[in-house]
């Protein structure tokens, strides 16, 4: 897996790197996507390109990511796609791992600038910060906090679709904290709000980071309280209680979803 720390050795052609087109990530196709580019592959594939962003250590080697022009791509050679192609198709360390790279790619993209007063920025803390060549602000990468809820009641689950989101799936609810807002009280107001329902007893379960585009999805149980499901039409298209014998389709077990939907039922 990705060991996140500080890169202290100076840029070799033996490090690891992460390959993008905008959002998406470019892969080999003489190759599995989980073997990686290494620096030297790179510029023999795309030419001189910067030291790019560290990302930490994959197996001892260091690792970072690089943007390229998708005109430099080889229709060939090369493939060009979304993380989403990736998930469930490489071990889950190595889609974190992509997941990472693409964060600290789009972190970089959009803080070229300070937000203070418009300067140029420059790596600074070992790469983990961008500070202002002007004013000395500093600007970290960005997370959103998420919460994610698996509510039971009795041996029936929650699930609902989503509105304007095709994605084929029954899911647990979510959305984002607040500022101010504790995750337990997240997963309070979102369930109010989304479905009409009142919860209690949450608890924390587990946690993943979703690189879509920068959150840290965290998943709860939580025990139905009282009231009947009226969703909200803006973001719920469909909402009711499922039991182990009659699930839709869900998400995949790779998601923090689909491993919060298996642990309620493994228990009951």
Not at 49 to 70: K, R
Not at 162 to 191: C, D, K, M, W
Not at 202 to 225: C, E, H, I, K, N
Not at 241 to 256: C, E, M
Request: hydrophobic letters at 40%; aromatic letters at 10%; one cysteine or more.
């Amino acid at each position: 897996m990705l060991e996140i720390k500080t890169v202290d050795e100076t840029p070799s052609d033996e490090d690891y790197v992460f390959i993008f087109v905008k959002e998406n990530a470019v892969v080999s196709l003489r190759r599995p996507p989980d073997q990686f580019w290494l620096r030297r592959e790179v510029e023999h594939a795309f030419g001189k390109i910067g030291v790019g962003a560290p990302l930490g250590y994959w197996a001892g080697t260091p690792s970072y990511v690089v943007e390229v022009d998708s005109q430099d791509l080889d229709a060939m050679e090369h493939l060009s796609g979304s993380l989403y192609s990736l998930f469930g198709r490489v071990p889950d360390a190595v889609f974190a791992a992509y997941g990472r790279a693409l964060q600290m790619l789009s972190w970089e993209r959009d803080h070229k600038f300070c937000g203070r007063c418009s300067a140029i920025t420059a790596p600074t803390d070992g790469g983990k910060a961008l500070a202002c060549t002007a004013c000395g602000h500093s600007a970290y990468p960005r997370l959103n906090p998420c919460v994610i809820v698996a509510v039971g009641k009795g041996d029936q689950l929650l699930l609902a679709t989503a509105a304007g989101r095709a994605t084929g799936f029954h899911s647990t609810l979510a959305g984002f904290i607040e500022p101010g807002e504790s995750a337990e009280q997240a997963v309070i107001r979102e369930v109010q709000e989304e479905v009409g329902i009142s919860v209690t007893n949450v608890r924390y379960v587990t946690s993943q980071p979703w690189p879509f585009p920068s959150q840290l999805m965290l998943g709860f149980f939580a025990d139905y309280a009282e009231g009947d499901i009226v969703i909200d039409p803006l973001e719920i298209a469909h909402a009711d209680w499922y039991s182990r014998n009659d699930l839709p389709t869900i998400p995949p077990p790779q998601s923090i979803a689909g491993q919060l939907i298996q642990r309620f039922f493994d228990v009951r």
